[in-house]
């Protein structure tokens, strides 16, 4: 079957991975109301239409703290690749530098830091980091990341109690005897980003995680002030599907739609894009 877009891949997932796996990875907290209203408030975002204009030649790079990626898509830090492929974090890793974007690797990889880095030496990495009760821990994370050339370090700064994953109950989630959380051995939604991009008024880049399904949330995000969007599901269909090389497809097909919405909407590069483009019934 041709993958075509992004809920393509979500359906391959749902239908090839275990069902623990997969009701992991699907799942958010309670009723999942956060989770499913992330994707339904892009719907809510329309572009206004603007015609002629010369969209022959199109720049969609973007620049993180100055680093330059290829698109402004990356990578959220997400738990438990191995879940999804044999390599993991590793195969992640690799996807990301091919596509010349970032890749934030989570506390809880089921590859080490170490692994990781070897996997794409020279790759754009963060390192996303939950704040440990022993905060030796967590000062060690910071600096094997900083040792291994992780470029930014993520904090997760909206969980001091983990949310009731209903599905993770009832199945018993228990990560498999062979994997480990490696590195403990030894994302606004849409609708708060114009309030968040007011606030800091400039002088900081904002980021966006959440609800990414289509090239054209990307470009919404970036029209209400987002500097890049990250995606974390639909890397993990990725992986589910063909590993690295189902990532990179993910990651193509994002950047193909986005070009394409780019130019739709009248943007030649990535620096036209303003919160002119759209209209929106609520946010």
């Known amino acids: 079957m041709a993958m075509v877009c992004l809920s393509d891949f979500e359906a391959y997932a749902k239908k090839y991975l275990p069902k623990i796996a997969w009701d992991f990875f699907a799942a958010g907290a ?23 204009r010369d969209v022959s030649m199109m720049d969609i790079r973007s620049k993180l703290l100055g680093t330059e990626i290829s698109f402004p898509v990356g990578i959220a830090p997400t738990g438990f690749h191995q879940l999804a492929c044999p390599d993991g974090e590793k195969s992640t890793a690799r996807a990301a530098k091919a596509m010349n974007t970032c890749y934030i690797a989570s506390t809880y990889s089921t590859c080490t830091l170490e692994e990781i880095s070897m996997a794409a030496p020279g790759g754009l990495r963060w ?49 498999p005897p062979h994997m480990k959380l490696k590195n403990l051995e030894g994302a606004f939604e849409i609708e708060a980003l114009v309030e968040v991009v007011e606030a800091v008024q400039g002088r900081v880049e904002v980021y966006l995680d959440g609800g990414i399904r289509k090239g054209s949330d990307v470009l919404k995000a970036l029209a209400l002030g987002a500097k890049c969007v990250f995606i974390g599901r639909p890397a993990l269909w990725g992986l589910a599907y063909k590993g690295e090389e189902g990532l990179q497809e993910v990651l193509r097909i994002l950047q193909d739609e986005f070009r394409l919405s780019m130019a739709l909407a009248g943007c030649a590069s990535v620096s036209e894009i303003g919160r002119h483009l759209v209209q929106f019934s609520k946010l």
């Open 30 to 52: 309670d009723d999942c109301s956060t989770r499913d209203e992330n994707i339904l408030a892009y719907k809510r975002i329309h572009f206004r239409p603007r015609m002629l």
């Open 127 to 175: 390192f996303q980091l939950y704040i440990h009760r022993n905060r030796a821990v967590s000062q060690k994370l910071v600096q094997r990341a900083e040792a291994l050339g992780f470029q930014g370090l993520v904090l997760t700064a909206d969980l001091p109690y983990t949310g009731k994953r209903r599905d993770d109950v009832r199945n018993g989630f228990r990560l």
